[in-house]
Structure formats: C-alpha cells, structure tokens
C-alpha cells in the first residue's frame, strides 16, 4: 500500500496580499464602515486590522481567506445578476423580503460573525443567477 502525504493545510502562499487588497477595494465599494469590514473578515484584533489595512498584505489564516473568497463570489454574483454596477452595489445594504434575510439586508446577515452566513448568501446569490 502506497501512502500518499495529506494536502497542505497551510494556505497557499502569495494569496494574502491580493485577497487583502480585493477585500478593501470590495469595502470601498460597498461602503462598509470600518467595524462591518473587521466583522466581516471574522474580528481580527484591531492592531492587526489596521495593519493589513494599511500595507493591504499580511498572513491570513485559513478561516479569513475562506471569507474573503465568498465575499468576492457574492461580488461576482451581483455585477452577474444586476447590469447596474451601482445597483448591484446598493443590493447588499437593502432590506430584502426573501424568507433568508427576513425583511433585513443581506449585509445585517452578514454580519453576523459566522462564516456559515457568508456561504449562505452566496449560496443564495448563485441560485438566482442560476449556478451551482
């Protein structure tokens, strides 16, 4: 029997930086207040924040690199679904009457600190747009 090494569970390197700096461009264009973009991005301390901020590198664990990555698919899948990019925008900060969001914004679900929320509006977004 051939043993096979497991995968890395490190994240792969080089991805911190442009996830860093696609997050806060994302931020910009959603206007998310400074205390939305560190929940977001899972409550880093904020020393930590700002230093990423403000070099827009760093290392990123696993679980900040899984959320940067669903909100860049809940990005793609609103620039998809709406051919206004202001619009599509606007779309995260609107109250939203689907049985998920309960008559609150997506982004109030998002905020929520859960990873597991990120998904599900991403989830969400991709069945609208008709993907898997």
């Known amino acids: 029997m051939t043993a096979y090494p497991l995968p890395s569970t490190e994240p792969a390197e080089g991805l911190s930086g442009p996830a860093l700096r696609s997050f806060f461009k994302l931020a910009d264009l959603w206007n998310l207040r400074i205390a939305e973009q560190r929940r977001l991005?899972?409550?880093p301390p904020e020393s930590?924040?700002?230093k990423w901020k403000r070099q827009q590198d760093g290392v990123l664990g696993r679980d900040t690199l899984e959320r940067i990555s669903y909100l860049l698919?809940?990005?793609k899948a609103l620039q998809i679904l709406f051919p206004d990019t202001k619009q599509a925008d606007a779309w995260l900060h609107k109250a939203n009457q689907a049985s998920l969001f309960g008559g609150?914004?997506?982004l109030e679900r998002m905020l929520s600190g859960n990873v597991a929320d990120l998904y599900v509006v991403r989830q969400y977004l991709d069945a609208q747009r008709g993907g898997h």
């Open 41 to 43: 991005l899972g409550d």
């Open 48 to 50: 930590t924040f700002y």
């Open 73 to 75: 698919g809940i990005y």
């Open 104 to 106: 609150h914004s997506a």
